[in-house]
């Protein structure tokens, strides 16, 4: 007899076309999500928002509950940062009456977008786009989660206590200059502990963006991994590996 526990481990970790639709529609879900949490951080407070937040934070906790219960060891789960970031979105989802404060932080279920193994091995199968832009989409999809999260973190502490602050919108566009150093300085962040977060961003922001530029102008490179020597990316028209010369067999699709 099929058990709920059976029936979710095979949805979520199966490979059947059920299976692969399943988590294809989770993944829509998350990007769903972000999509309503960037809009909505603009928007005043309103019913149909809170609402939706309520909806959105169920659906979430099912998810959450439902991952546990695969698990064959659930209290593992814990040292996934995935499983706490899920945690605080439900959690900021679950409560609207502070939606206004912690509402970018409702990001952190984007940590887990393309994270999991199957997803990212039926996506290479799958796409020809995303096997050949795989690192360069990992990379944006990390710089726009830390945009936002810094975003949170900064409209959290100064919404209130610092006048320039007054929306979002405000502690986006600071977020965005600190992160390209461009720095205008009509947004301040008054006080130490302000300037030590000020100084963060900036550092983290000269990170990320020298990464992220690094990885959407690399040229071009394939993922095999050579069984003498391990390296794992090649030319896409190579035939012996640049690093120990062992005779490769790199799969293409073809002429174009």
């Known amino acids: 007899m099929t058990t709920p526990t059976t029936l979710l481990r095979a949805l979520y970790e199966g490979d059947t076309p059920g299976?692969?639709?399943?988590?294809?529609a989770l993944l829509v879900f998350d990007v769903a999500t972000l999509a309503f949490v960037t809009v909505t951080a603009f928007l005043p407070l309103s019913p149909w928002i809170v609402a939706c937040d309520l909806t959105l934070g169920v659906f979430i906790l099912l998810d959450f509950a439902a991952r546990l219960v695969v698990s064959r060891a659930p209290l593992r789960e814990f040292r996934h940062l995935s499983t706490w970031a899920d945690l605080v979105a439900v959690a900021s989802f679950l409560a609207p009456l502070v939606v206004e404060g912690?509402?970018?932080?409702?990001?952190?279920?984007?940590l887990r977008l393309l994270r999991t193994y199957h997803l990212l091995e039926r996506l290479r199968q799958d796409s020809t786009v995303f096997r050949r832009n795989e690192d360069a989409i990992l990379a944006a999809?990390?710089?726009?989660?830390?945009?936002f999260i810094m975003t949170g973190i900064v409209y959290a502490t100064q919404h209130g206590s610092n006048p320039a602050i007054q929306t979002p919108?405000?502690?986006?566009y600071f977020t965005v200059t600190s992160l390209t150093t461009?720095?205008?300085?009509?947004?301040?962040?008054?006080?130490?502990?302000?300037?030590?977060?000020?100084v963060f961003v900036m550092i983290c922001g000269v990170t990320l963006f020298f990464r992220l530029?690094?990885?959407?102008?690399?040229?071009?490179?394939?993922?095999?991994?050579?069984?003498?020597c391990g390296l794992q990316r090649h030319e896409p028209d190579a035939v012996h590996c640049k690093a120990c010369g062992h005779l490769l067999n790199i799969p293409d699709e073809g002429a174009y």
């Open 19 to 24: 299976a692969h639709r399943f988590r294809y």
């Open 102 to 110: 912690v509402g970018f932080l409702r990001i952190l279920r984007t």
């Open 141 to 147: 999809t990390n710089l726009v989660v830390f945009v």
């Open 169 to 172: 919108v405000d502690a986006l």
């Open 182 to 198: 461009t720095g205008y300085g009509d947004i301040t962040l008054p006080g130490a502990t302000g300037r030590l977060l000020s």
């Open 213 to 228: 530029a690094q990885v959407v102008f690399r040229p071009y490179k394939v993922r095999f991994p050579c069984t003498a």
